[in-house]
């Protein structure tokens, strides 16, 4: 069995998991503030994952939101990412539209990403170079769009502070419109499915974007922080992802016009993981 295919196997039994417990009372307990949310399943599910792969390669290395590698910071081996709940506040509240992601790294080279929409039983995956995958379909190569026809994703409480407001308020204005979906690994293959054209956010870890960045990747989406650089596989970053046209449009004629606000937000927020 390849590594991919064992990751395959290890992300369905995941989701499983989460589907048969999840008439079972929650714990919930708050992290950063009281809207930052994990549970006993977050947990659960990450030790889950890192139990089978340490069995399976125990010379592979782990790095999870809730815990593992938290000391990693080189790149050499097999390296996994993964959030063992994206959108947890859906977890919590709807009981739907959260993902496991995980993203798998060679020697810092993109290896595979998987993003696993559980309760619509969707499986996003992707190896580097080899196209990405819905189940068993693959997804087409990503049609340029203007953003005035594009559907853009971005959390609207980027234009309720002060200081991001007038960065992000002219790119919603002049979209088709706009949605927020709650989960960053979701938002990415929803651009690679071409279900919206472009996903902007200004904080996200490695591990919300390991996966998802993998596979929307190989439909040819632009994946690049909002100053138009490349994402580093274990630091945390802002983020722009879209169709190569779109991409740039966003990042030329919106975002360059803040771009020493843009850089000092950027020298401030990631200097850590
Ligand atoms: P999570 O559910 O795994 O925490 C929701 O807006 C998206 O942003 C989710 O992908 C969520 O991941 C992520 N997110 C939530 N709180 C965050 C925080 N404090 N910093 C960075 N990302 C966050
Ligand atoms: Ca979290
Ligand atoms: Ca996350
Ligand atoms: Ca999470």
């Known amino acids: 069995m390849t590594i ?6 290890i992300i369905l039994e995941a989701g499983q998991n989460i589907k048969d417990k999840l008439k079972l009372e929650l714990t919930i307990e708050t992290k950063s503030n009281p809207n930052d949310l994990v549970t006993n399943m977050d947990k659960e599910t990450e030790q889950f994952l890192a139990d089978k792969i340490n069995q399976t390669y125990p010379d592979h290395r782990i790095i999870g939101e809730e815990g593992h590698g938290s000391d990693i910071d080189t790149l050499e081996g097999v390296i996994w990412i993964i959030d063992p ?7 919590v509240h709807q009981q739907q539209n959260f993902a496991i992601s995980i993203g798998i790294f060679k020697d810092g080279e993109k290896y595979a990403g998987f993003v696993y929409d559980v309760m619509n039983n969707n499986l996003y995956h ?8 819905l189940n068993d ?3 087409a190569t ?5 953003l005035k026809r594009s559907i853009i994703s971005m959390n609207p409480n980027w234009l309720t502070k002060d200081w991001t407001k007038d960065v992000y308020s002219p790119i919603v204005k002049d979209a088709r419109s706009a949605r927020s979906y709650g989960s960053a690994a979701l938002d990415f293959v929803f651009v690679a499915t071409g279900i919206i054209d472009s996903y902007i956010t200004l ?11 993998i596979i929307a990747e190989e439909t040819g989406a632009i994946v690049s922080n909002q100053l138009g650089e490349k994402l580093h596989p274990l630091k945390s970053n802002s983020i722009l992802v879209a169709n190569p046209e779109l991409h740039h449009e966003i990042l030329n004629v919106y975002l360059m016009n803040y771009k020493d606000e843009l850089e000092n937000l950027h020298q401030g927020m990631f200097s850590s993981r």
């Open 137 to 139: 379909r693959q997804l």
């Open 203 to 213: 904080r996200l870890h490695p591990w919300d974007f390991a996966g998802g960045m």
């Open 142 to 146: 990503l049609q340029s769009t203007e």
């Open 85 to 91: 709940i994206d959108g947890t506040l859906n977890f």
């Open 126 to 133: 992707a190896i580097a170079g080899k196209g990405a995958y």
């Open 4 to 9: 991919y295919e064992f990751a395959r196997r």
